[in-house]
């Protein structure tokens, strides 16, 4: 089955970039058509898109954030990175990974969320 | 960029009928998809494409979406399906936007 769980540092100070790793299995970046996103939520608050990378190695990102975002992967060791930089208290969020079927734009397997506190 | 909204609560009876709807411009010639979350849980994928149910899904889930505004439908809402709904539009341009969620409890 599908698995995806998120991983990176749970505090970070105000500046600083952050690095997230999502580390997947039952499925393959070598298998046409797959898609892996991150999306986060400040708490109590709504959900937010982030980025995506697609086996082919096309990236996208929300256009308010995509000066910040660097999305990756690494396909050998079935992995998807994320970076932040400049990360301020407002980035203070839970983190999730998720992947999909690109060519259905939606995501039906998530990660259970990393929480990212931003402070000094 | 584009945007998407949802109305911030709805209520409804056990054995009644829930819709949620998701407003955005020509939101009909998009794909749109809805997850329903639970307090401390990630969230499930319920309806993807519009209209289509994933496996494992209720049947009593359903989706719409025309013009201008998509609808998840929770027929004979049941207490296990209160929780926050969003709803998720893929456009061109903005690629992926979330709707600010809609709560939905069962009184």
């Known amino acids: 089955q599908v698995t995806l769980r998120e991983s990176g540092p749970a505090l970070v100070k105000p500046t600083q970039t952050l690095t997230l790793t999502c580390t997947f299995s039952?499925?393959?970046?070598?298998?046409?058509?797959?898609?892996v996103s991150w999306i986060r939520q400040p708490p109590g608050k709504a959900l937010e898109w982030l980025a995506i990378i697609d086996w082919d190695d096309d990236k996208y990102y929300s256009t308010s954030l995509k000066t910040r975002l660097t999305i990756s992967k690494d396909t050998s060791e079935n992995q998807v990175a994320l970076t932040m930089t400049n990360m301020g208290p407002v980035d203070t969020a839970t983190y999730y990974c998720a992947s999909g079927d690109c060519d259905s734009y939606n995501f039906d397997h998530w990660g259970q969320g990393t929480l990212v506190t931003v402070s000094s | 960029s584009y945007a998407v909204t949802q109305p911030p609560a709805v209520s409804v009876s056990p054995g009644q009928t829930a819709s949620v709807t998701c407003f955005g411009d020509?939101?009909?010639?998009?794909?749109v998809s809805w997850y329903q979350q639970k307090p401390g849980q990630s969230p499930v994928l319920v309806i993807y494409q519009d209209f289509k149910r994933p496996s494992g899904i209720p049947e009593r889930f359903s989706g719409s979406n025309s013009g201008n505004t998509a609808t998840l439908t929770i027929s004979a809402t049941q207490a296990v399906d209160e929780a926050d709904y969003y709803c998720?539009?893929?456009?061109?341009?903005?690629?992926?936007?979330f709707g600010a969620g809609t709560k939905v409890t069962v009184l």
């Open positions: 020509k939101l009909g010639d998009k794909y």
């Open positions: 998720l539009a893929w456009d061109s341009n903005t690629n992926y936007v």
């Open positions: 039952g499925f393959s970046f070598t298998t046409s058509g797959v898609c």
